[in-house]
């Protein structure tokens, strides 16, 4: 039941573009999205909840596929503060709502 | 504004002994959650509570237990600590419904068994 992340690690220059992925192998009643600094908790970035959905604050958004199987989040023009593992949280459907399981997390790197 | 308050941060324990982490949380959410971070890996479900008197296991729950008397708490009890139980753990807790699904994770409990 656990979700796919891909890729595991990026590295990117400030300014450039990133794109994480998330997928489920069953259909999903929600998908979020948290961001992990060394050392610290997660921190909420976004709830998916609706197929086909997109939604973003600032230069971060994420989106969620018809078939609520796929998620992707979307980083432009990134910016040192952007660095940290980004993990994918799922709910599927069938089961507990509050089910929450997570992915393995990808591993950002902002250079300047 | 408290939010998620885990408690203790740091702890050693030997083989063996036993411990309860606490987790208290003043939003009034109905789910609670228990997650273990291992060094560089994600986040593992332990157990969860969808609302006092109701626990359900995750992916990894063998070696803890857990108990969910109130809304507010939620501790998680390592019986007869192992090295392999060795990790950051993470309590959280969020509202139930659509508009209130942001989770808010407590700052950890760094645990290691010797």
């Known amino acids: 039941q656990q979700p796919v992340q891909s890729p595991q690690a990026v590295i990117l220059r400030e300014g450039e573009d990133a794109v994480i992925n998330c997928s489920s192998s069953k259909a999903l009643y929600s998908v979020h999205w948290y961001r992990q600094k060394h050392g610290e908790a997660p921190v909420f970035l976004m709830i998916l909840l609706k197929g086909g959905e997109q939604k973003g604050h600032d230069k971060i958004s994420a989106s969620f596929n018809e078939k609520k199987q796929q998620s992707s989040l979307y980083l432009t023009a990134s910016q040192l503060s952007y660095s940290g593992t980004y993990f994918c949280g799922t709910v599927p459907y069938g089961g507990s709502q509050g089910n929450l399981i997570f992915g393995k997390g990808t591993k950002l790197s902002v250079k300047p | 504004n408290a939010g998620v308050t885990q408690t203790p941060k740091f702890r050693i324990l030997k083989i063996g002994q036993s411990m309860t982490l606490q987790c208290t949380q003043d939003m009034n959410h109905n789910y609670m959650y228990w997650y273990r971070q291992d060094p560089g890996m994600g986040l593992k479900l332990i157990y969860y509570s969808v609302g006092a008197g109701i626990t359900d296991k995750g992916e990894v729950p063998n070696g803890y237990n857990v108990s969910r008397s109130t809304t507010e708490d939620f501790p998680l009890r390592l019986e007869l600590a192992a090295p392999s139980q060795t990790s950051v753990y993470f309590c959280?807790?969020?509202?139930?419904?659509?508009?209130?699904?942001?989770?808010?994770f407590g700052e950890g409990s760094w645990l290691t068994v010797v």
């Open positions: 959280a807790s969020r509202n139930r419904g659509e508009g209130g699904n942001t989770i808010y």
